[in-house]
């Protein structure tokens, strides 16, 4: 199984970026699909996540408003449309997989499946 990120780098703050998360290996569609972020010397946190079906989605109230998740399960991507960033976004995103979450609030202790991490730095 692999997930992997694409689409983060440095934009101002104000600025928009567009993350996407290819996988391969898995039965896609069985998966709520989530992001989390990590920033520098914090602990990883839930952004938001997409249900199976890519009908429904949550947000943490963070960043509610200015982000938006997709899936295409033809093509087994998840995507993160990140608007208004603020410094405050800074961190490394991770995509990740969970095949039995009965919530799109996904606990990171029950993913089944991450990617790598990719880099979103805003700058002031």
């Known amino acids: 199984v692999q997930l992997q990120a694409s689409g983060g780098g440095l934009v101002q703050a104000g600025g928009s970026l567009r993350l996407s998360c290819a996988a391969s290996?898995?039965?896609?569609?069985?998966?709520?699909m989530g992001w989390f972020r990590q920033a520098p010397g914090k602990e990883r946190e839930f952004v938001g996540a997409v249900s199976r079906g890519g009908d429904s989605t949550v947000y943490a109230d963070s960043v509610k408003g200015r982000f938006a998740i997709g899936r295409n399960n033809a093509e087994n991507t998840v995507f993160l449309q990140m608007h208004g960033l603020k410094p405050e976004d800074t961190a490394v995103y991770y995509c990740?997989?969970?095949?039995?979450?009965?919530?799109?609030?996904?606990?990171?202790?029950?993913?089944?499946?991450w990617g790598p991490g990719t880099l979103v730095t805003v700058s002031s």
């Open positions: 290996g898995l039965a896609f569609r069985n998966y709520v």
């Open positions: 990740a997989a969970d095949w039995s979450a009965r919530s799109l609030l996904l606990d990171e202790n029950h993913i089944d499946y």
